[in-house]
């Protein structure tokens, strides 16, 4: 069946660090992918998403390109910033009924 | 435009008890969904309401129950809880069945002594 795979947190970096947080999908269609952002308290919210194949989603400052030759959906950002401390989730619908949600990664941003 | 409520935000119940959670969608969105959220687990899909007939279930045991209201309210039931009900359950509000963006609330967190 589809699933998600994310890497595993915490991941600790320091203010205006490069961020890389990988997600691979296993998916037998043609899934949206997104990613999700959960601040302390809060509940889960959109970050950004791609519907298709080489589409590149962006927010934020936050990037990620949807690249079907290696089921990934990498979630990027040049510089990140203390208020960026969260839980990021990368997920997938299978634009039919169902969302397949990754374990999550939390980051912490030193200043 | 108001976001998706959840009531109560928090809840300690004792095990063989039950729990009612309400969720209040954006206006206007017609899906609704429950997810449980766990350190240990992540987030599992409960299931999902659409004009007010569930469409969609995971693998939970049957004390978890849901329905959903012609105004697109939602509840969530689970009875006789176990100390592994205590989480975080979250609902999600989407414009219509097929869009598959997801607008969470806060969530009830739910504590079984």
């Known amino acids: 069946g589809d699933s998600v795979t994310q890497m595993e947190g915490p991941v600790t970096l320091s203010e205006e660090a490069f961020l890389t947080i990988n997600c691979t999908y296993t998916a037998t269609g043609y899934p949206s992918l997104f990613w999700y952002v959960q601040y302390p308290g809060e509940g889960l919210q959109l970050l950004l998403k791609?519907?298709?194949?080489?589409d590149k989603g962006s927010n934020k400052g936050f990037e990620a390109t949807y690249r079907k030759e290696t089921t990934s959906f990498h979630l990027e950002k040049g510089s990140v910033q203390v208020s960026d401390s969260a839980v990021y989730f990368c997920a997938l619908w299978d634009n039919f009924n169902k969302f397949y949600f990754g374990s999550g990664t939390k980051l912490n941003v030193k200043p | 435009k108001a976001g998706v409520t959840q009531t109560p935000r928090y809840l300690i119940k004792t095990r063989g008890q039950q729990v009612t959670l309400s969720c209040s969608p954006i206006?206007?969105?017609?899906?609704v969904s429950w997810y449980q959220q766990t350190p240990g687990q992540g987030l599992q899909f409960l299931f999902e309401?659409?004009?007010?007939?569930?469409?969609n279930k995971g693998n939970f045991p049957g004390r978890f129950s849901g329905r959903q209201f012609s105004n697109s309210r939602s509840e969530m039931n689970v009875s006789t809880l176990e100390l592994g009900d205590s989480a975080l359950y979250l609902c999600?509000?989407?414009?219509?069945?097929?869009?598959?963006?997801?607008?969470f609330g806060e969530g009830s967190r739910l504590t079984v002594l």
């Open positions: 999600a509000s989407s414009p219509d069945y097929y869009t598959g963006e997801l607008f």
């Open positions: 309401y659409f004009s007010e007939t569930q469409r």
């Open positions: 791609a519907t298709k194949a080489d």
């Open positions: 206006s206007g969105h017609r899906s």
